[in-house]
């Protein structure tokens, strides 16, 4: 399969531990997104990679939150002090930008974050 | 402020029936709107991209309407099958590179027997 793969799937914490998820894109794309997903709405943007550079971080991403994309190829999603309201679908997705075109965003299928 | 709306929040089909989901967007300069399926508990797949000049694109027994003076798109479902169960998020991107995706809540069907 060589579609966007993330891991974990699930992963449930308890309030106040740190977690990591990672995403490992298409291999061509140069494009790498992360999205946070509620029940019954739609992805919010959270933050995007161009190779290995981070571009745009939304107002979403607290403090507790960073990312990272060291090489240009896989990335990484830490939330710290995890609070109940991290709770939620966790999606990366990745797209080959080739000058002014752009491939459409090729999502994996998320790690849901419970924290209790 | 760039938006996406869709309607119905929620729709109720019996198989084999026809069905048209709704989108309203204000999202400005306009790129292209893209249709994308989510199965429950997956990531979306895109179904149709439409740029400012197309006007109707359709894949297999989806086929999406887009008329960029009003600002709107419609995706009709034709014969709708059990795995068409999902909900539909209409997204729009705006020019000018970047991030600039806007993304609506989507429509949640259900097909049923």
């Known amino acids: 399969d060589t579609g966007v793969s993330q891991d974990p799937r699930h992963k449930i914490t308890k309030r106040g531990q740190n977690v990591t998820f990672r995403c490992d894109p298409i291999?061509?794309?140069?494009?790498l997104y992360w999205y946070r997903q509620t029940l019954g709405q739609g992805p919010e943007f959270l933050t995007y990679f161009q190779n290995e550079a981070q571009l745009e971080k939304s107002r979403l991403l607290s403090d507790r939150f960073s990312a990272e994309r060291p090489k240009g190829s896989f990335s990484t999603l830490e939330i710290q002090r995890t609070e109940q309201g991290d709770s939620a679908m966790y999606l990366c997705?990745?797209?080959?930008?080739?000058?002014?075109?752009?491939?459409?965003?090729?999502f994996g299928n998320g790690t849901r974050l419970t924290v209790t | 402020k760039n938006q996406v709306e869709q309607s119905p929040q929620s729709l109720i089909i019996l198989e084999g029936k026809n069905c048209t989901l709704q989108c309203n967007y204000t999202v400005s300069p306009f790129s292209n709107l893209r249709w994308y399926k989510q199965d429950t508990g997956r990531g979306p797949v895109s179904l149709t991209i439409m740029t400012f000049s197309e006007n109707t694109k359709s894949n297999g027994r989806y086929t999406a309407t887009l008329d960029a003076d009003t600002k709107q798109s419609s995706l009709h479902i034709t014969a709708s099958q059990l795995s068409d169960s999902a909900s539909y998020i209409c997204v729009v991107s705006a020019t000018g590179g970047g991030n600039k995706l806007t993304f609506g809540t989507g429509t949640q069907l259900k097909v049923e027997l």
């Open positions: 997705a990745s797209s080959l930008i080739q000058g002014p075109v752009s491939s459409p965003l090729h």
């Open positions: 291999s061509e794309h140069n494009r």
